[in-house]
């Protein structure tokens, strides 16, 4: 499975971003895909997931923030942040996981940078 994700940049505090990953190659109907992110001396976090059946699980930090959905056909996740802060600067990562081979992959990560 390669997953390509986009949509990382730079955006001043209170404004809003969109990142995009695409899920190709071997994919079965039990998975979920979602971000986590990884700030410069923390561990990597995570942000959001969504289930193949639309199940989602969001960090605190950013319940009511952002949305995360995904496009099934498209085998796409998106996560819609909004009101971003200083503290939300991270690399963020794209990781599908398959539940039926027990296998889990990341995209490259995308940088976000909120200035203050």
């Known amino acids: 499975v390669q997953l390509q994700a986009s949509g990382g940049g730079l955006v001043q505090a209170g404004g809003s971003l969109r990142l995009s990953c695409a899920a190709s190659g071997n994919i079965f109907s039990l998975n979920s895909m979602g971000w986590y992110r990884q700030a410069p001396g923390n561990q990597r976090e995570l942000v959001a997931s969504i289930t193949n059946d639309g199940r989602t699980v969001y960090a605190d930090s950013v319940k009511g923030q952002s949305t995360i959905s995904r496009d099934n056909a498209k085998n796409t996740v998106i996560l819609q942040m909004n009101s971003l802060r200083a503290e939300d600067t991270a690399v963020y990562y794209c990781?599908?996981?398959?539940?039926?081979?027990?296998?889990?992959?990341w995209g490259q990560g995308t940088l976000v940078t909120v200035s203050s």
């Open positions: 990781k599908y996981r398959d539940y039926e081979l027990a296998e889990e992959y």
